[in-house]
């Protein structure tokens, strides 16, 4: 997608949410991967924490980050499978103002060309709330690597064209 280098990038306040009952921060590789592409892109890392598979822990904190004015947005990693303990979805619906269904569409779509039909199991989601983006990608590093490279590296990037989300963020609050 094209990149307009004649325009200034705006760097985005990022904060990464690893969702899991497993994982630590010595072993989340998944979350490693998000905050290297993320930093390397020039975002600020705003937060990081890792939540167990609980859907009134992880509305707490999404709830907490949209609140701080450091946080422009939230990308989790994890939960979002089918199984009984995969409540990611279930809690970004309960804290959301506007879905954004197309970014689990295209999530999908691009998953698709590197997992096939397992895709479907992945309940990829996005959606805006108070001024605040959140999206959930899978927990695996190859579907961290698909969300990332594939749709945010572009929609965060402010001098990406012909639109972005970064060039929404002043307007998200209207009413």
């Not at 409540?87 to 197309?102: C, F, H, Q, S, W």
């Not at 992945?122 to 108070?130: E, G, I, K, Q």
């Not at 999206?135 to 012909?162: C, E, M, N, Y």
């Amino acid at each position: 997608m094209p990149i307009d280098e004649a325009a200034t990038f705006l760097p985005v306040r990022i904060a990464v949410l690893t969702v899991s009952d497993t994982r630590s921060l010595a072993d989340d590789r998944s979350g490693d991967t998000l905050v290297a592409r993320l930093t390397d892109a020039g975002h600020v890392l705003a937060a990081r924490e890792i939540v167990k598979d609980d859907a009134d822990l992880l509305v707490a904190t999404l709830h907490r980050w949209i609140d701080d004015p450091a946080v422009d947005c939230i990308i989790s990693t994890g939960g979002t499978g089918v199984t009984g303990r995969d409540v990611t979805p279930e809690a970004i619906e309960r804290v959301a103002d506007k879905l954004i269904p197309g970014f689990g569409e295209l999530f999908r779509w691009l998953s698709f060309k590197t997992i096939g039909t397992s895709t479907v199991q992945s309940r990829a989601c996005a959606c805006v709330t108070r001024g605040t983006y959140i999206f959930a990608l899978p927990g695996s590093t190859g579907a961290v690597k698909d969300g990332w490279d594939g749709i945010l590296a572009s929609q965060l990037d402010s001098r990406h064209k012909p639109c972005n989300f970064v060039e929404l963020m002043p307007r998200l609050r209207e009413r």
